[in-house]
């Protein structure tokens, strides 16, 4: 019945590194892979049909910004995400507990990745229960629930290929116990989320939908091993899910989010594909392959193209074409890249089109950035399968 | 030597539509043909190559905001417009004439279309002598000078297929006198814009560039019948040039426009194409068309996306797609249209794309007005081929 699969292709012997192949009714996605975040069912100044031209496997949507706006309801009568925004691949939406206690704590994603908290976000979370969260809509002020059923609902009618069960995203800055406590409640919204989930196994939002859909858990614990080893035993026998995805804060420092990653990677078995969220930085995507991750999502190669930075081979890892010095030079921003980009402008046009501020700047610069990833996920994957991985790790970062 | 050319393929006999084809180095045009405003070397949120893919035969840019960014040096390293864009297919570019006298002289493009002129905008033109035209750039606020030779020079270094003599864009508030003396002028500096081009037939910017270009004059005369005479005999017999535009200010209605270009118009021998500077309405279209125009030019398609308007076919011509009655519209923009995003979007999402500001939404609404302008090019030169022009203009207008 189920068209989904996952099997691991080769496993190196050195490290944890792993190819694998993710199979879905929209299509099979080769890992280690990385997901484009579609946020508002828009890659940002990115058409869906230039994204597959640059070998892009997978995109993903967020229910928090779809339920405000345009409403799940509206994106169900078309049948789901895929017919809405023209995208015939394998998509994930997670389940808007991020954004509601990410808006709501001040910033988790800046605490995730070890950034000072920005006091000026506007705290929009009212509340949380048992039940749910109650938050405050950002488009026109009403207080809104959100609860497992609820989000598992709305991902029901947004028809992704996976969605993700609901959780509490618990801010870095609280004491062990608060996270303890966060846990246990996201275990039992998990489990919620689950029963939600298979009592509506068939669930079609719309005559003509896939209606088939497979679900990622959540491996919660913070910064504690004892707690992440708690979460990992719950989420491997308490639940049965597709694939398992590391979630909660990651410490405050690169060297502490590895350890956190590496000790919970390394402690889940191989039956579950593993998601690492809300990373994008090419050093930690060879870091973490070699650690067990399977997929990667983050903003970062579409907010980077709008701030002009394109992103290239080395340890600095990107170069802002806003930067004078690219005013004359005649190069594209990498010689050997093979995207549409680079294979047909200049630093300097594409310096020119910031100065001059033309919003085509945006879509080439973003062109680059997406056929980056997806060559550098390319990379890693061919890498493995040569058995070569050290030696294309260093050639790529310029160790 | 030349790669130039142009012939009448077919004339109706009721009127002065006709079809042709202008052969240049970069490929033919099929006329009547609109040109697409690429003004400062890109097209608003659109790349060259789905340009292409939309079936655009040319595209123009503007002289006077590239010899301000990056200015014409830099675009002759790359070989010219073509090269630094991206685009292989034929190009114009205009003289910078009309920019530095419409913002010197409060709104002339307001004034040729009867908008009531704005106050606002800023006055950069500081004088005009019999050498040239001195402005401020809106870069770094230097003292500029503009003159005949200096235009064609920079036109020269930026390399489009076709270039247009230096004129002043004569206002629409000035007396008869002013018109005349300023007419009188342009003839001068249309003079010496030739002479310039002449002595300098085989420039070429940059090794490897084509460096094969031709010349369009300009009528003017304001709205004075005997001036547009006067006019017209000075470039067909005084200069010899490939092609003439109707320029300076075709009054202060459209009732007015149309006489002054019908007029024009019908006393031009047919040896050279016409190009109607600054127009792009499908109505005005399709009656400039009858009066014996080739080409267009206009930045209504892109602006009008940039606005949230979708052209459409009917007299009204245009549907807002921010309006909250498409919330829940499946439908496309036009479900015969072929493009892109009427093939894959639905009223509802294009409209969701305004709601969340997403900047995908310009993109593929341009996707949409530059293929629609082709279509109606295409669809008025098949008229006039099959001899159905009436029939086709009023269905298409909804008559």
Chains 1, 2 share one sequence.
Not at 197 to 208: H, R
Not at 310 to 334: F, M, S, T
Not at 360 to 369: E, V
Request: glycine share 8%; charged share 20%; aromatic share 10%.
């Amino acid at each position: 019945m189920s068209q989904f699969s996952w099997k691991i292709k080769k496993k190196l012997k050195n490290n944890n590194a792993r190819i694998g192949i993710i199979s879905t009714p929209h299509g099979d996605i080769e890992t280690p892979a990385f997901i484009f975040c579609a946020t508002k069912a828009a890659l940002k100044s990115f058409t869906t049909r230039d994204a597959k031209e640059n070998k892009t496997q997978i995109i993903l949507s967020n229910t928090y910004h779809l339920m405000l706006q345009p409403g799940s309801q509206i994106i169900a009568k078309h049948g789901g995400l895929h017919k809405f925004i023209g995208w015939n691949g394998p998509m994930l939406t997670d389940s808007g507990g991020f954004q509601i206690f990410s808006l709501g704590h001040g910033s988790v994603a800046d605490e995730i990745k070890g950034r000072k908290s920005n006091s000026n976000i506007k705290k929009t979370l009212l509340s949380i229960s048992e039940e749910g969260a109650i938050f405050k809509s950002y488009i026109d002020g009403a207080n809104l629930l959100l609860s497992p059923e609820k989000s598992i609902q709305i991902q029901r009618d947004l028809g992704a290929d996976f969605i993700v069960v609901f959780d509490e995203c618990t801010p870095f800055n609280v004491d062990k116990d608060y996270t303890y406590n966060s846990m246990q409640r996201s275990h039992r919204w998990s489990q919620r989320s689950i029963n939600a989930f298979n009592s509506n196994l068939n669930y079609k939002a719309k005559e003509g939908s896939s209606g088939t859909q497979e679900i990622y858990g959540i491996i919660q614990g913070g910064i504690y091993k004892d707690m992440r080893e708690e979460s990992i035993e719950f989420n491997q026998n308490n639940i049965n899910t597709f694939g398992v995805a590391i979630g909660g804060s990651l410490g405050s420092s690169k060297a502490e989010m590895q350890e956190i990653v590496n000790f919970t990677a390394s402690k889940l078995n191989n039956i579950r594909p593993v998601h690492l969220l809300g990373i994008g930085d090419p050093i930690d995507i060879w870091t973490f392959v070699e650690q067990g991750i399977d997929t990667f999502d983050c903003v970062s190669p579409t907010r980077l193209a709008r701030h002009g930075s394109a992103l290239v081979k080395g340890k600095h890892g990107k170069i802002n074409l806003k930067n004078k010095k690219y005013n004359e030079n005649l190069n594209p921003i990498d010689k050997n890249c093979l995207c549409y980009t680079c294979r047909n402008f200049t630093l300097s046009y594409l310096h020119h089109l910031f100065a001059s501020q033309e919003l085509l700047a945006l879509q080439l610069l973003t062109n680059h950035n997406i056929f980056f990833m997806n060559n550098l996920m390319e990379t890693i994957r061919i890498a493995i399968k040569e058995n070569n991985f050290e030696n294309k790790k260093n050639e790529w970062l310029n160790l």
